[in-house]
């Protein structure tokens, strides 16, 4: 599966537009790039998928240039309530037989 | 619709004794996915079972887990004997096949097993 890099952490402010970037240069043709949420003490918790363009979501959306070399989460106005762990992953293509592969993930930071 | 649950959410047991974990999947999910996190490190794949077959167990640690899904519906995961490096959250996911792409994973909240 591609290796995958994002930052490991961001801050923000509540109200604000947050983006995190996905690097994942040797992602395939078949694959697609999904987007996790993990809060303390929970288990993840699925927020988009994408396979090119853009996607949007009542969460957030997900921008993915032409190349799909990498990925965007953007979370329009962030609350208290979106700090938590956000993953990354790319893979897939063949119907969920797979297991998920998770990297570090960005620890989202939002603050009042 | 219930959600993915797990079962016991804490243990806390004595190094070589044995522990099972439990988990229920989404009703009608055939794929049925076990995951852990060591302290301080990142989410590992266990094994993947599709209904009552073993997919993929590539990520088992050792032959002291053993994994089942009797049935093709609920899960255990025994851990016998327990070891101290053994200790973290367990989580389980369930998912159902999809058509295209990475099928939605709907994840538990997780057993935290700590062995003293």
């Known amino acids: 599966l591609a290796k995958t890099t994002q930052p490991i952490s961001m801050d923000s402010y509540e109200g604000q537009e947050v983006n995190i970037t996905c690097s994942h240069n040797?992602?395939?043709?078949?694959?697609?790039i999904t987007w996790y949420q993990q809060f303390p003490s929970q288990g993840p918790r699925f927020i988009i998928q994408?396979?090119?363009t853009k996607v949007t979501n009542e969460v957030a959306s997900l921008f993915i240039p032409a190349d799909r070399k990498s990925s965007t989460l953007s979370l329009p106005r962030v609350s208290l309530s979106d700090t938590a762990v956000y993953y990354c992953?790319?893979?897939?293509?063949?119907?969920?037989?797979?297991?998920?592969?998770f990297g570090s993930g960005t620890r989202l930071q939002v603050q009042p | 619709e219930a959600g993915v649950t797990q079962f016991p959410s804490h243990s806390v047991i004595e190094k070589g004794q044995t522990v099972t974990l439990r988990c229920d999947p989404i009703?009608?999910?055939?794929?049925l996915y076990w995951y852990r996190r060591v302290m301080g490190k990142e989410i590992k794949f266990l094994l993947h079972?599709?209904?009552?077959?073993?997919?993929?167990e590539s990520g088992m640690p050792n032959n002291r887990f053993l994994a089942e899904r009797t049935g093709g519906t609920y899960s255990t995961l025994k851990v016998q004997p327990a070891e101290l490096e053994d200790s973290g959250v367990y989580f389980c996911?369930?998912?159902?096949?999809?058509?295209?792409?990475?099928?939605?994973?709907?994840f538990g909240q997780g057993t935290r097993l700590t062995v003293v």
């Open positions: 996911a369930s998912s159902q096949p999809g058509q295209t792409g990475i099928t939605e994973a709907f």
């Open positions: 040797n992602i395939a043709t078949n694959d697609y």
């Open positions: 994408g396979y090119k």
């Open positions: 992953l790319v893979g897939g293509g063949d119907t969920g037989r797979r297991a998920l592969t």
């Open positions: 009703s009608g999910h055939d794929n």
């Open positions: 079972f599709v209904k009552e077959s073993k997919q993929d």
